[in-house]
């Protein structure tokens, strides 16, 4: 993990399946933290994702990130 991040554990994308918000969350992934995401439909990067342990909620709600230390939205 990255020291100055030690106190978030669990990231949140909002548009996960894009192509910049899922390479950075296969990033955050590959450095143990715990990634969960958003976007409007699934696709074959929300599915990797998931596969690499990732949570993925298909459409946008305020509970999503209920559980989130970090929120990342482009």
Same mark, same amino acid.
């Given at each position: 993990?990255?020291?100055?991040? /030690? /106190?978030?554990?669990? !990231?949140?994308?909002? %548009?996960?399946?894009?192509?910049?918000? #899922?390479?950075?969350?296969?990033?955050?992934?590959?450095?143990?933290?715990?990634?969960?995401? #958003?976007?409007?439909?699934? @696709?074959?990067? &929300?599915?990797?994702?998931?596969?690499?342990?990732? &949570? !993925?909620?298909? %459409?946008?709600? #305020?509970? @999503?990130? /209920?559980?989130?230390?970090?929120?990342? !939205?482009?």
């Amino acid at each position: 993990m990255i020291k100055k991040m /030690r /106190r978030i554990h669990c !990231v949140h994308f909002v %548009g996960i399946g894009g192509s910049g918000m #899922s390479g950075i969350a296969e990033v955050m992934l590959s450095l143990g933290y715990a990634v969960q995401g #958003s976007d409007l439909k699934a @696709n074959k990067q &929300t599915k990797r994702l998931e596969e690499q342990g990732a &949570t !993925v909620f298909i %459409g946008h709600a #305020s509970d @999503n990130i /209920r559980d989130a230390d970090a929120v990342v !939205v482009s």
